[in-house]
């Protein structure tokens, strides 16, 4: 069976059937199982997803946390990773850019203080990456995009406790 058929009947029968406020995590942690593990693992949560903001919580536990009891930098990058990524994907299907693929060129974090709770991982540079998007849909050639993140612990959300910078390369494939 094609690939595009297989993608068709999960939409209209196995994501069509999500409730929408969960569709968004059904499908970055069905991503996750199939693609990256690790990354299903920590069971990530989309709380928020629209073309501006993107707000994807991870919660503290026995699988998420360091040996101090405060939460591991490599799930601190995982939960940026997913709040960048959702966000552009989330215009590549908008617009219809499904030929454009991304890839992370680099990662750059500041951890800032002890994230001893579950963490929101907040993204407010849809803009940015929509026009990346459209560029990489329209004109073919690779489009590098540096886009920022915060890290907040849920019960304070005013304090970060790490900041991000992801740089998103965008490409059309075949382009």
């Known amino acids: 069976m094609e690939t595009n058929k297989i993608q068709e009947l999960f939409s209209k029968h196995i994501v069509g059937n999500v409730p929408p406020k969960m569709r968004n995590t059904f499908l970055l942690r ?4 199939v693609k990256i593990p690790l990354l299903f693992s920590v069971q990530p949560t989309v709380l928020e997803l629209s073309d501006e903001r993107t707000v994807v919580r991870i919660k503290l536990s026995r699988w998420t946390r360091n040996h101090w009891g405060s939460m591991y930098f490599g799930t601190l990058a995982m939960g940026a990773d997913c709040a960048v990524g959702m966000m552009a994907m ?5 617009n219809k850019a499904q030929k454009v693929q991304l ?3 680099d990662f750059r974090a500041n951890f800032l203080k002890r994230p001893d709770g579950h963490v929101l991982f907040i993204c407010e540079e849809g803009n940015q990456t929509k026009t990346a998007v459209l560029a990489a849909r329209d004109g073919g050639e690779r489009q590098n995009v ?4 915060r890290a907040v612990v849920e019960s304070n959300p005013e304090e970060p406790v790490a900041t991000f910078e992801l740089t998103l390369s965008l490409k059309r494939k075949g382009g």
Do not use: M
Not at 30 to 33: E, V
Not at 90 to 94: A, D, E, L, S, T
Not at 146 to 149: M, V, Y
């Open 90 to 94: 989330h215009h590549i299907w908008k």
């Open 30 to 33: 069905t991503f996750g199982l």
């Open 146 to 149: 540096t886009i920022k993140a």
């Open 103 to 105: 890839i992370f060129k």
